[in-house]
């Protein structure tokens, strides 16, 4: 089965300071794919960044990175110099190839960022 | 385009009541799901679809009926709502991308209270 486990309920991180918002997952697929979502206050769901398990090179879209240590089951996200703007909760999410329409998430990270 | 439209936006039920989730999407988008978002739990999907006419449960599908007769609506069935069903739900679409990255679309959530 898989799972996805956020162990930060909540982070609060000084402007400008980078962040790292921790994520790792469980599955015996051998391909799959890990997705980082933010959601603002106002409530929708905003893509981020994403990972395939053969992808050789991290992903990098902007300020976000995804920390892809396939070994530890882990997909970390890396906001460089955080900004207001980035306080949201943070969701990480998982599909296994084989299963193309079932996309699962973690309980979620709420990122403060302090001025 | 309107992406994933979700109707109502926010409903007052009684237990034992039932009703309707709408969510219709129109970007011809082959894979749709439905999504509960209660505090702590992060989204958990109920019932998710690959297809019109083809229907799977996912982590949490109970007290929940749905099915897809089009390609575009995805209706979400409360039969007899109990307060535990008290949540934010989100309907979402994606296809597949052939890279992987099948990124979901979100519809902007309707929020039920059932009493």
């Known amino acids: 089965a898989q799972k996805i486990t956020q162990t930060q309920p909540g982070m609060f991180v000084q402007e400008k300071e980078a962040v790292t918002l921790d994520c790792t997952y469980d599955?015996?697929?051998?391909?799959?794919?890990l997705f980082w979502y933010k959601q603002p206050s106002s409530g929708e769901m905003i893509f981020l960044i994403y990972?395939?398990?053969?992808?050789?090179q991290n992903a990098t879209e902007g300020r976000y990175s995804l920390n892809f240590q396939k070994a530890r089951k882990s997909a970390n996200l890396v906001i460089s110099a955080s900004q207001l703007g980035d306080s949201a909760m943070y969701f990480c999410?998982?599909?296994?190839?084989?299963?193309?329409?079932?996309?699962?998430f973690g309980s979620g990270t709420r990122l403060s960022i302090r001025p | 385009n309107a992406g994933v439209t979700q109707t109502p936006k926010f409903q007052v039920l009684k237990t034992g009541q039932s009703m309707t989730l709408q969510c219709a999407q129109d970007?011809?988008?082959?894979?749709m799901s439905w999504y509960r978002q209660d505090p702590g739990m992060g989204l958990r999907l109920i019932h998710y679809?690959?297809?019109?006419?083809?229907?799977d449960q996912g982590e949490v599908p109970n007290g929940y009926n749905v099915s897809r007769s089009t390609t575009e609506d995805f209706p979400l069935r409360l039969l007899s709502a109990a307060p535990s069903q008290t949540s934010v739900y989100f309907c979402?679409?994606?296809?597949?991308?052939?890279?992987?990255?099948?990124?979901?679309?979100f519809g902007a959530g309707s929020r039920l209270t059932v009493l």
């Open positions: 999410a998982m599909r296994r190839y084989s299963s193309a329409s079932k996309i699962i």
């Open positions: 599955t015996s697929d051998q391909s799959y794919g």
């Open positions: 990972q395939g398990s053969y992808d050789e």
């Open positions: 970007m011809n988008h082959e894979y």
């Open positions: 679809s690959v297809g019109a006419g083809i229907t």
């Open positions: 979402a679409s994606n296809r597949d991308s052939g890279s992987g990255a099948n990124v979901l679309t």
